[in-house]
């Protein structure tokens, strides 16, 4: 009973790093530093919003998920027969255009730490990623790694923040009355919403648990910490990064767009902040890169069986898809375009789907209600992502200029 215990806590709390460093890839650091520098400390309440809405989003989807113990394709599927194979399709696509622009991100935090060539770091990157999956337990090498290399990000980025000293008592301010109006704030906290809950990173953490057979209203309760835990690793990385790159905007310093993150870790504490923004990234990388492959290869599963039954082998080989293809094509600026468009129609297709499938009784079983409170506050967050998914479409047409 108590090795039980024990194996279900690890994979609890693997459940909540594998979301929330599916999360944190090198697309989360550059949109931090760029809306900090746009919105200073104002930006400290959209992160608040966006923790707000995306804590809404995960207790639906994790809850639907869990005590039905399918996962989102199959419950898609069971809704209304090949939406399923639709979202599925979905959701590895972006997901390959993700892992595309995260093994991008992995050779650029190799040549930041250590001056490796890119093309030598996409393999460097995609390597590491696929030794975890050769690993004999590959599910508890994924879940510690995720949770080490998240650390790392966590204490690299609070040595920065003493060293910069930001002012956290205006940050505390502005988290709650900001000086920015709300309007301007809006594309932010869309646009960070999409990026903590959008497309494969939903589902993360859900389908980790649903691998490890944690399913059934009997555990909920230990769902939805683990669901609010994943959020809040998230949250703690986006705010100590707020943080950092705050100290150096407010004293004056503009960041080059090209690459703010760095641009803020070097002006604010030298070719030494600028080695430790390498490794954070370097982090962040190959935790993203662990987490969409994992994540999309489990919705592949609904297309074959034999998926399912070669299901290391054929995330190995995303991985290797993935590094190959950045490494031929470079930068990843128009893969990330489409990938934003995909990931703005993801999350409302995603949420209203779980939402609908929680008032059903063939999917979630007799005695489960669905608390109305959750019900009626996701429905306000579907409206919002729709919002999300025609601002992201619009950036198609720059895809292809």
Known sequence: MNETKKKNSGALLGAAFIMATSAIGPGFLTQTAKFTSDFKASFGFVILISILLSIVVQLNVWRVLCVSGMRGQDVANKLLPGLGFVLAFLIAAGGLIFNIGNVGGGALGFDTLLGIPQTVGCFLAGGIAIIVFLLKNAMKAMDTLTKILAGVMIVVIFIVICIVQPPAGQALKETFAPSTGITDLM???????????????????????????????????????????????????????????????????????????????????????????????????????????????????????????????????????STIVMAIVGQPAKLLVLAGALNGLILPLTLGICLVASQKKKIMGEGYKHPKWLLVVGIVVVVLAVYLCITSLSGLGQLFA
């Not at 990064?241 to 705050?246: C, E, I, R, T, W």
């Open 187 to 321: 594309p932010a906290i869309l646009t960070l919403l999409g990026g903590t809950v959008g497309g494969y990173i939903t589902f993360a953490g859900a389908h980790r648990l649903i691998d490890a057979g944690i399913t059934g209203k009997e555990n909920l309760k230990e769902v939805t910490r683990s669901s609010v835990t994943g959020i809040i690793i998230a949250t703690i990385v986006r705010v100590f990064l707020f943080l950092a790159v705050l100290g150096v905007v407010v004293a004056g310093v503009a960041l080059n767009m090209d690459n703010p993150a760095a641009d803020a870790f070097r002006q604010g504490a030298g070719e030494l902040g600028y080695r430790f923004f390498g490794l954070v990234l370097l982090c962040a990388a190959i935790t993203s890169i662990i987490g969409a492959a994992y994540t999309s290869v489990s919705f592949l599963k609904t297309f074959h069986k034999s998926i399912e039954k070669n299901e290391k082998w054929v995330t190995i080989a995303f991985i290797a898809l």
